[in-house]
């Protein structure tokens, strides 16, 4: 359409062309104006989270050669854009980060009973029971983050483990 407009071959149909066309974007904008809103916001936090991983990172690159003053400027150009992303998204950092540590805190703590078992059945005692006692605290320190799914998740696994008798 550039073409026909500029091209002076067929200019009346190439302006008509391009208002023909920015009047039916702006009728799917206003139709659909919760929904691109939305969308906008997401990728603009994406975006600038994006762009500041990788102002940081050659920020730090910068630094690392000798070239202070646009590596730091870099760096603090970085930062500002992943905390105004984290800023913008903090609910989701927040539950993503709990999950995380729920979901640790339960692997640290079945690896700590199953060491402590083991001890245990080796003959080291002392040793195995305190492990065994720290397990089990981190598996309910975890259960406790999320105890609304804890009565399920103990109903499969006895689903699956009765299953198999």
């Not at 809103?37 to 991983?53: D, M, S």
């Not at 003053?69 to 870099?74: D, F, Q, S, T, V």
């Not at 083991?118 to 406790?144: D, F, K, Q, Y």
């Not at 999320?146 to 103990?154: C, D, E, I, K, R």
């Amino acid at each position: 359409m550039r073409y026909l407009s500029l091209s002076g071959v067929k200019l009346p149909l190439g302006i008509g062309l391009m208002a023909a066309g920015a009047v039916g974007l702006a009728a799917t904008v206003t139709m659909n104006w919760g929904a691109i809103t939305g969308q906008v916001t997401r990728f603009f936090k994406e975006f600038g989270a994006i762009i500041g991983t990788y102002l940081l990172g050659i920020g730090v690159i910068l630094v690392m050669a000798g070239i202070l003053p646009w590596g730091i400027g870099l760096i603090v150009a970085g930062v500002a854009s992943i905390a105004t992303a984290v800023a913008l998204n903090w609910g989701a950092v927040k539950d993503g980060i709990t999950k995380f540590f729920k979901d640790l805190g339960i692997i640290i703590g079945v690896s700590l009973l199953a060491i402590g078992v083991l001890l245990c059945c080796v003959g080291i005692i002392p040793l195995g029971v305190g492990l065994i006692v720290a397990g089990i605290g981190s598996i309910a320190v975890g259960a406790a983050l999320n105890w609304g799914a804890m009565p399920s998740m103990v109903g499969n696994t006895l689903n699956k483990t009765g299953g198999h008798f």
